[in-house]
């Protein structure tokens, strides 16, 4: 199918970057870079691949998110201004720019009051400075990676970008597929699966093609812009924040069941506490140290496939024997939890929203397709390798986690089981203050945009420092809270794919796509796209009611 471009459907969207000439926004998005020089050692591939994955799992969690306020529909257009370095000043009731040579005192003074925030957030989450973002009818700040804004480093080569969106996509929800598949059976939890990957694959490279078609579109906050305008991204960016909080209780119960595995008898409240002792030091951790840890998620994953197949092979009889199988069924045992596994299943493609930014990080874009079929492939050798083992090891007897029913069978490699549960309960630990960086970062510049609190900032500094701090220990708390709440890790995952993963990762690109392309498609292909999303819609209500049943 032939793309129109955005100049040809009249669309475009217009950026404005605070502290950057205009003549270097006008290229910001072009994949015009060259492929990087050939390393010369093996440590410095190493690097390279490294710095590939850290780099697009920290974008991946920073740019969706946004905070919007209303501003002047009289602001001209910064990109019809004379190339000059510009800079955007938050004043009480719009966002002003002036001219950096004729109001540089000016500019200076009334930036005091941001600085200091400024100067906290990049040195806690790099992700700084703020782009503002123009709808044409206001100014929408975007929380944006610093990669944006200083010399980009190389792009990922295709093995890289194959192997980054497998990490990202490839995460705890792999844990709880083979209860999934225990919730349906085998016929209906195989056509789930097929199901679920079939629709993310597509939808994937519904995708790419709105990239393609608007070169200035970086996140799915910009595509959201482009079909529905300013609503849209605000929805988007809503959702992905709920989706994080989400992904921190998750992160949660999962550390409180790895520590429940490894210290049985331990009262939940006790736990729950020595998860929040555990975990909220990584909120003060920079998130560009924290990128890093990206890479246990893979690693977790294909540690705990190795234990299941290795522990399945090495045991002759039921239950956790890949050789003699467990009591399964073909059809749901129990036709009421069914539902639940839908969203159980569709979890695991929850990173399904990571591939906006895979695609603007890769070398050459057109082989945007061919990496999402491999990684897709490969995704999907994992999932249904640790899915069917797990299931057909331990049928009914299926845990939440198939981690818990690895440590109750003795006959196992205690020693070799306890190392995969080490390290899944590292991922949380890693993982949980990158997750929840963005929900920070949001709020804090919630509070810096109102007039009275900004000025009172600028006054006490020591008393600003002191708020932030206490703002994210609060927000911890309240994650915990609510992993102590809703302690199922089930019911958690079944949430995250229904409510989120078939909205973020089936409806919305669905919806996107038909928006900005429909008088390009034929009705066979429209009547096609609404029957997908009315399918997405209604599993995704089913499986967010049956979460809480």
């Excluded at 910064?78 to 000043?89: E, R, V």
């Excluded at 995704?379 to 986690?401: D, K, N, P």
């Excluded at 981690?403 to 070799?416: C, G, I, R, T």
């Excluded at 190392?419 to 949980?432: E, H, Q, R, S, T």
Aim: glycine share 6%; net charge neutral; charged share 10%.
């Amino acid at each position: 199918m032939d793309i129109p471009s955005s100049a040809e459907r009249g669309h475009s969207v217009r950026h404005c970057y605070t502290q950057l000439p205009v003549d270097t926004m006008t290229d910001r998005y072009q994949n015009t870079q060259a492929s990087p020089p050939p390393s010369s050692s093996f440590s410095e591939r190493v690097g390279s691949f490294v710095g590939s994955c850290s780099r697009t799992s920290l974008m991946y969690m920073a740019e969706n998110v946004s905070v919007s306020s209303p501003c002047s529909t009289q602001v001209n257009h910064p990109l019809n201004k004379p190339a000059k370095a510009l800079t955007t000043l938050l004043y009480p009731h719009d966002y002003k720019l002036y001219d950096a040579e004729e109001h540089g005192s000016s500019i200076e003074s009334s930036m005091k009051s941001l600085s200091r925030i400024d100067t906290s957030l990049n040195e806690q989450s790099h992700l700084l400075p703020i782009d503002q973002v123009y709808t044409g009818q206001s100014f929408v700040s975007t929380i944006a990676d610093t990669y944006q804004d200083t010399p980009r480093p190389p792009k990922s080569s295709f093995i890289q970008s194959v192997f980054n969106s497998i990490n990202i996509l490839v995460g705890v929800g792999i844990l709880a597929l083979p209860l999934g598949f225990k919730y349906a059976g085998w016929i209906l939890g195989s056509i789930t699966f097929c199901f679920c990957l079939g629709l993310t694959n597509y939808t994937a490279k519904l995708l790419g093609r709105c990239l393609h078609a608007y070169p200035d579109s970086q996140t799915y906050g910009d595509m959201a812009y482009n079909a529905f305008g300013n609503h849209g991204r605000i929805i988007v960016s809503g959702l992905f924040l709920t989706e994080l909080i989400t992904c921190s209780v998750a992160l949660v119960v999962l550390l409180g069941d790895g520590l429940d595995s490894l210290f049985p008898g331990t009262h939940p409240l006790l736990i729950r506490l020595a998860s929040f002792l555990i975990l909220t030091p990584m909120l003060f951790i920079p998130v560009r140290h924290l990128s890093y840890s990206s890479l246990l998620g893979i690693m977790s994953a294909v540690s705990i496939l190795a234990v299941i197949l290795v522990d399945g092979c090495t045991k002759q009889h039921t239950p956790g024997s890949l050789i003699e199988s467990a009591d399964t069924t073909w059809w749901p045992g129990d036709w009421m939890v069914f539902p639940r596994s839908t969203g159980l299943i569709m979890a695991g493609f929850c990173g399904h929203a990571c591939l906006a930014t895979i695609y603007r990080d890769m070398q050459h874009p057109k082989q945007y397709v061919k990496m999402v079929n491999w990684t897709y492939i490969i995704a999907a050798l994992i999932y249904l390798a640790v899915a069917v083992a797990g299931y057909r090891m331990f049928g009914s007897g299926t845990m939440q986690e198939i981690s818990q029913n690895l440590l109750l069978v003795p006959e196992y490699n205690q020693m070799l089981n306890r190392m995969a549960v080490y390290l899944i309960a590292l991922n949380p630990i890693a993982k949980y203050g990158l997750t929840l960086n963005p929900v920070n970062v949001s709020w804090e510049l919630a509070l810096v945009r109102q007039p009275s609190i900004q000025m009172w900032y600028s006054k006490r500094p020591l008393t600003g420092n002191i708020i932030r701090v206490a703002g994210k220990i609060l927000v911890s708390a309240l994650v915990i809270l609510l992993a102590y709440c809703i302690p199922d890790f089930d019911r958690i995952m079944s949430l995250l794919g229904a409510c989120f993963s078939f909205m973020i990762s089936g409806v919305f690109p669905i919806l996107c796509y038909v928006k900005l392309f429909r008088p390009a498609l034929s009705l066979a292909e429209k009547v096609m796209l609404y029957t997908l999303c009315c399918i997405c819609f209604a599993l995704a209500i089913i499986g967010t009611l049956w979460s809480f049943i």
